[in-house]
Nanobody, 114 residues
């Protein structure tokens, strides 16, 4: 079983930046897919960014060019660098891993004010 712990959320003004971290309880080297999802009040959870163990990445259209997902295998941590934040990015952000099952973190709140 993989435990995921997110950190780095907070409140920021529009145009600002935040970096989210997701620390895994075991090596992420062999975790095929790791990603970030978000859920705003009243909305379904949606994919934000995904990273594969082979180095591929993909992003939601709404964040492409502003957000960057990266892995640090030595620290068993996945990051989400969020730049040029917009009020529409306000949500709870969840880390997700696919490794012999689906695993989720507890979520971290990101609030962007105009």
């Amino acid at each position: 079983q993989v435990r995921l712990v997110e950190s780095g959320g907070g409140s920021v003004q529009a145009g600002g930046s935040l970096r989210l971290s997701c620390a895994a309880s075991e090596s992420i080297f062999s975790i095929v897919i790791m990603g970030w999802y978000r859920q705003a009040p009243g909305n379904q959870r949606e994919l934000v960014a995904v990273s594969t163990s082979g180095g591929a990445t993909n992003y939601a259209d709404s964040v492409r060019g502003r957000f960057t997902i990266s892995r640090d295998n030595a620290k068993n941590t996945v990051y989400l660098q969020m730049n040029s934040l917009e009020p529409e990015d306000t949500a709870v952000y969840y880390c997700h891993a696919v490794y012999r099952g689906n695993y989720w973190g507890q979520g971290t709140q990101v609030t962007v004010s105009s």
